[in-house]
């Protein structure tokens, strides 16, 4: 085997992998879907830190998702 084969093959190995742990996650998500409209206090807590943070006495109004 040379250097070609192997890398092609260690290419084809890895996006074999890839594509079989992108199917686990979707069944996954499918038996237990995200809860729509709840807003985690974490979330929220590290949002208001992180503004607090880069910007010295700002102050988050409002939180919003943008979905595309």
Known sequence: MNIFTACILSFLTVFILLGFLSLLIRLVNSLFPPEEGKDD??????IH????AAFPGARVSRIEEIRK
């Open 41 to 46: 206090a974490e979330v929220v807590a590290a």
């Open 49 to 52: 830190s992180a503004v607090a």
